[in-house]
């Protein structure tokens, strides 16, 4: 899957390959090094004055080494960087544009991973892993030469026990790979268990089980230090395998290159440069396994990030470049059907039947049902949050699917039951649609939601924060500031999902009075559950499971002595009386 | 850290308070650790004896090559001015005993010492690390068990997260911390026994590398000024970037249905941006200094060859001191890199410890009555509240000057507006809090003179985030406790109509249940709260009716579950459902924490008031 990145990474193609080449460079310029300490070690040895100039190559030497690591290392960082950079924009504005089903079906810890983690992962691939291999491959294909030229009995010699101890090396990496994923896992399931438990802890007072809990996390936390042992362990053993190893090679080369040096076959020098060039290989040896291990989990990040990439919006906007006049708040429904589906895709049964309904500008239209009737998916549907799933929805007489997204939204303002805020001022959470609006418009909003007061109330007006950083807001504010984000847009329609269900019965009786007035002309469409509400509205529709059984007005529908007569003169419907109550 | 035992008059520091900053003194803190390191001090010290031998054999290897392979056997310019830490008399030993080649028996040596190096090295390693471990386990065990028993008015005022952030997060800091100072002693011991046999060698050639060692030091700790600062950044647009993804993708409706995926688009990359500049200046930081300590001992080995070739000149030391002092440069310069390494580990777990030990300090308990008064063992079940005024440790009075008597057996309904007091009742009765002599009594004895567990062993709650237990559908009714038979859980279950899905779970009640129960639907996870509250067929009943939507099935198997339930007990209910409300004998309703009106459904709708009120606005 990682090959998918390459788009993001082709504008720094040429710079990361400079990067490598000159990383590769590195490896010869230190490969040059124990030549010149062999030289020195063998004027040494001949009592020979002549060593300045070896001193010289090799402090020579260590600069370009140095410069040539420096720059290879931090291009190829600010490569992975900007790589990272280019991919979280990427996937961020492309969940942007996905739907409620995309939503709905995944969780939000699971996204911010794949947007943080996983793209993080695929970053220290192309930081360490990619500099680690052109390390390994490097050492790999230059110390042997030069050693060769020292000695090549001693290098043949030591080249099976080399190879030993890379395969030994790596197998043991995997393995503490693996006990290292155990252990996270230990480590996960210990968080997930003081956070449950902590969530319930005054169920937990509440029976007297706190001393159950303690035993319960106790065992928990013995296995996640036996996990965490095992992994110490593997560590020492790798540890010691790597000492082993360079224990048993510098042995090869003191005894066997010893008696080379005894014979006149080789000098102490080489003998020194020998040992040199063991360590370097050594040294990449030891993390010969990362690369790999970086790949893997770059790959599978790569995996989880384009999954999130490939998902389609469900609302497929049209490319139409007409400006459409302001709409007149028309809305009409035909022949509407609608079934959410199931985690498989599989439909659910209907929620909405066959609906036939046309709003007229400037009406005011309630609707009410039980839970699970189909209000809200009904507002859904005329947001075009949802597509039906028969039938048509019209703006002004348009399909809502030939209209342009920005048009319909434009168009449409919803007020959602959650009434999600931001944790940022007062007025920009009014203001939310156009930061640029000026204070006067963001306070009359405010004002005809019923908040004015309480903005008041802070000590820093409108620029007070809400949210963690700033005051907590009760549920009726949070409710209110939300009415107010919508009502600041004077959109031709205002859609209102149950937005007054925190409120006590006067307030929301007043901002519906005020709302009458306020949106003279406009069309506003509302959800309600207290039946109280409706009254105020021009049209009542009851809808029961997904049908509409009853349309008209208070009196009209009262005189009709239906279910709507019904509600108002014994609300016993099974609905949870809070807040209310 | 000290704390004023059950004060409810001024407000608290808490230990999670971020105005007092960490410094009570990170020796002191680790000092402190030793009271859980105790039990394992065996081990470590066991383990540290290893780490020093290990370290000497690890010296004896360059010593046994330089000294005894290339001076007294390739070169033979054996000197016995220099020391050699008696290698070449045992080589000499050897090789005389076992009449073989002095080559082979120095190489024999050579191993020998490989060999111990390498096992002592692994004993030091694991014991300490076992050791560590199991001491810093004992610590978060203890944690745990302290922050369980702390009680509810604690829970009111702190965030989950933060208790879990010690337990887990902070807990893993300091076992870091541990951890680290084992891998330091791992690598100073070896350096300073590398440094001394250097100093008793060639004092002179020593003495003239010793500068690198401080340039190495002060390059090191340039470093970690110049970056901790950055790294700080770095972490704080992280933290940025995060906020803006949780919140904007958590808000995404209102995001999408204002139009504001353009201006987020940009604010994003804007966030984006600024963490790749910070990014870019570690980069910058990080690429100057690692490739520097790299070279450090390609300097080392440019100098060891030019002072070192002057004194073989000049006849002050050996070829092989040279060579011995090249395999030596290694282990010189990597505890001073590793100390800045290790530096900022240290300073977190520094953190770390200093906010462990106060939530561990934090001394926040119940008023436990010193002799308490035992419930009789057929309790009656009345409930008084004589004039009782509450109030949360900073808040606002909540329940003010309430009195009621509700008789046995009596099936109380409480309803309200939200803030009005309710639940706050209903956990006075669970001695969740302190409350005033005199004013709230069970069966005619004072709640604040019986013990709280017995009070919450007798009174059944199912509190409305009912939390379920790992284990099986059994554990969870009986909680552990050994006088609820398993026909006592069947009885109890079927009492609450639970039986039916409880029989039809592959096991039955033996079903342990997956993650707290998510493989139970809503409504029957509220059964089996249900049957756990009665099981122990207590006199008095809790509840706070859920108000999450369930459907309508589900919702009247649970009705006529209540039902059955509060038969015959003593039951206070927060109401949110019509029918509970109907069902009662007496409802009560709360407003700011005053009871404004008592009675029957009827006679209340008949009073016009608050109640009427309240049941209009439906």
């Excluded at chain 1, 960082?77 to 739907?99: E, F, N």
């Excluded at chain 1, 291990?293 to 989880?304: E, G, V, W």
């Excluded at chain 1, 001022?425 to 007061?453: G, H, K, M």
């Amino acid at each position: 899957m990682l090959k998918r990145v390459y788009p993001y990474f082709k504008p720094y193609h040429n710079q990361c390959v400079l990067a490598l080449l000159v990383l590769f460079s590195v490896h010869i310029v230190e490969a040059a090094i124990p030549l010149y300490l062999k030289d020195g070690i063998d004027l040494i040895a001949r009592h020979d004055t002549g060593i300045l100039q070896t001193t010289a190559a090799i402090l020579t030497l260590t600069l370009l080494r140095f410069l040539v690591l420096n720059y290879g290392r931090r291009r190829n960082a600010l490569v992975s960087i900007g790589l990272a950079s280019a991919l979280r924009r990427a996937l961020y504005g492309h969940l942007l544009t996905l739907g409620r089903g995309f939503y709905a079906q995944s969780s939000l810890g699971d996204l911010m991973a794949r947007a943080i983690n996983d793209i993080a992962a695929i970053q220290r691939f192309f930081r360490m892993a990619v500099h680690q291999l052109v390390s390994l491959v490097s050492v790999a294909l230059i110390a042997p030469v030069f050693m060769a030229q020292q000695s090549l009995l001693l290098t043949l010699l030591l080249l099976p026990l080399l190879i030993a101890i890379a395969i030994s090396g790596g197998y043991l990496a995997e393995r503490i790979r693996r006990a290292s994923e155990l252990q996270q896992a230990e480590y996960g399931s210990l968080t997930e268990l003081v956070q449950q438990n902590l969530k319930g802890i005054r169920t937990i007072q509440a029976h007297a089980q706190e001393d159950r809990e303690i035993r319960h996390f106790a065992d928990a936390t013995q296995r996640y230090v036996a996990a965490n042992q095992r992994l110490v362990r593997m560590n020492a053993v790798l540890d010691g395998a790597m000492l082993l190893g360079s224990g048993l090679m510098s042995l090869v080369v003191a005894g066997v290159g010893g008696s080379q040096v005894l014979n006149g076959q080789m000098s102490i020098g080489a003998l020194t440069a020998f040992l040199l060039y063991l360590s370097m290989i050594l040294s990449v040896i030891r993390n010969c396994s990362t690369p790999v291990y970086h790949f893997l989990n770059a790959d599978t990040a790569a995996a989880r990030v384009f999954r999130v990439m490939d998902e389609l919006p469900e609302i497929q906007d049209v490319a139409d470049e007409t400006i459409f006049p302001a709409s007149a708040g028309e809305m009409s429904v035909y022949k509407l059907s609608f079934s959410y589906a199931d985690k498989t895709g599989i439909p659910l049964p209907p929620v909405l039947h066959d609906i036939s309904l046309t709003i007229r500008p400037g009406e005011l239209v309630a609707i009410i049902g039980p839970i699970g009737a189909g209000k809200s998916t009904l507002l859904r549907l005329l947001s075009r949050q949802l597509e039906p799933g028969a039938g048509k929805i019209c703006l002004d007489g348009r399909d809502l699917k030939s209209i342009p997204l920005s048009h319909l939204r434009r168009s449409v303002s919803f007020v959602t039951q959650d009434s999600f805020l931001f944790a940022a001022s007062i007025a920009e959470n009014i203001a939310y649609d156009d930061p640029q609006r000026p204070p006067e418009s963001i306070w009359a909003a405010a004002d005809a939601a019923q908040l004015a007061e309480t903005i008041n109330s802070f000590g820093n007006g409108l620029s007070t924060l809400i949210g963690e950083r700033g005051v907590t807001l009760s549920g009726g504010q949070k409710q209110r500031a939300s009415l107010a984000r919508s009502l600041i847009r004077q959109t031709p329609i205002l859609l209102l999902d149950d937005s007054f269900s925190a409120l006590d019965t006067e307030t929301g009786a007043l901002i519906l009075a005020h709302l009458r007035s306020l949106r003279h002309r406009q069309t506003t469409i509302m959800v309600s559950h207290r039946v109280a509400n409706a009254r105020y509205a021009d049209r009542i529709v009851v809808l029961e499971k997904g049908r509409i059984i009853e349309t008209g007005n208070h009196a009209q529908l009262l005189a009709m002595n239906g279910h709507y007569a019904d509600l108002v003169r014994q609300p016993n419907q099974p609905d949870n009386l809070e807040p209310a109550i | 850290m000290t704390s004023t035992n059950k004060t409810s008059t001024s407000p608290r520091t808490d230990p999670f308070d971020v105005a007092s900053p960490a410094n009570t003194g990170f020796v002191r803190n680790i000092w402190r650790l030793r009271r859980w390191l105790k039990p394992y001090r065996w081990r470590i010290l066991t383990s540290l004896v290893f780490a020093m031998l290990s370290a000497a054999a690890a010296v004896l290897i360059p010593v046994v090559f330089s000294r005894v392979v290339v001076d007294d056997i390739l070169l033979h310019v054996s000197n016995d001015a220099v020391p050699d830490l008696g290698q070449r008399a045992l080589t000499q030993w050897l090789s005389a005993q076992s009449n073989i080649q002095p080559l082979l028996a120095a190489s024999a040596i050579y191993l020998l010492w490989v060999v111990l190096r390498t096992g002592f090295g692994y004993i030091f390693q694991t014991l300490f690390a076992s050791a560590v471990l199991a001491g810093i386990n004992n610590l978060r065990q203890d944690l745990f068990a302290h922050v369980e028993h702390l009680p509810a008015a604690f829970y009111d005022r702190v965030k989950v997260g933060q208790v879990l952030t010690r337990v887990t997060n902070d807990i893993e800091n300091l076992s870091e911390l541990l951890s680290s100072i084992g891998v330091l002693a791992g690598e100073i011991i070896p350096f300073a026994v590398a440094l001394t046999v250097m100093l008793s060698l060639d004092a002179t050639l020593t003495a003239e590398l010793s500068p690198f060692l401080l340039f190495v030091a002060l390059v090191t700790v340039g470093f970690r000024r110049l970056s901790g600062p950055i790294y700080q950044r770095i972490r704080e647009t992280h933290s940025r970037l995060n906020e803006h993804l949780h919140e904007n993708l958590s808000g995404i409706e209102t995001v999408q249905l204002y139009q504001r995926e353009s201006l987020n688009a940009e604010r994003f990359a804007t966030l984006v941006q600024n963490n790749r500049i910070e990014e870019s200046r570690a980069i910058r930081i990080e690429t100057a200094y690692y490739p520097i300590i790299e070279n450090i001992s390609c300097l080392a080995v440019a100098s060891i060859l030019w002072f070192g070739g002057q004194h073989v000149l000049n006849r002050q030391t050996t070829l092989g001191s040279i060579v011995l002092f090249l395999q030596f440069s290694d282990m010189l310069f990597r505890p001073v890199v590793m100390l800045g390494y290790q530096s900022s580990i240290i300073f977190r777990a520094a953190v770390a410890c200093e906010l462990i030990f106060r939530l561990l300090d934090w001394q926040e308990t119940l008023a436990v009555p010193s002799q308490p008064t035992q419930l009789p063992s057929d309790l009656h079940g009345r409930i008084e509240f004589k004039n009782l005024n509450f109030r949360y440790e900073t808040g606002e009075p909540i329940i003010q000057n309430f009195s009621l008597t509700i008789q046995p057996g009596e099936n109380i309904a409480i309803v309200g507006p939200t803030g009005s007091g309710k639940t706050t009742l209903t956990r006075l009765i669970c001695r969740f809090y302190d409350v005033p002599p005199d004013s709230l009594f069970i069966d005619g004895i004072d709640i604040m003179d019986i013990a709280p567990t017995e009070i919450r062993k007798r009174v059944g709650v199912i509190l409305q985030d009912f939390h379920l237990f790992p284990g099986s559908v059994y554990d969870n009714i009986a909680l552990g406790n050994p006088s609820v038979s398993r026909a006592d859980a069947r009885r109890a279950a079927a009492l609450v109509q639970a039986l039916d899905f409880i029989d039809a779970l592959p096991l039955g009640f033996d079903t342990v249940l997956e993650d707290r129960g998510n493989n139970l639907s809503q409504g029957q996870r509220q059964l089996l709260a249900f049957a756990r509250a009665i099981a122990l067929n207590p006199e008095i009943l809790i509840l706070d009716e859920a108000t999450a939507s369930i459907d309508s099935n589900t919702e009247a198997a649970i009705q006529s579950a209540l039902s059955k339930v509060i038969a015959n007990r003593t039951t206070l209910i927060i109401a949110h459902r019509l029918q509970t409300i109907r069902d009662a004998d007496r409802i009560v309703v709360l407003e700011h924490g005053q009871l404004r009106e008592i009675g029957k459904h009827n006679e209340l709708l008949s009073r016009n008031g608050l109640y009427k009120m309240l049941y209009d606005a439906l």
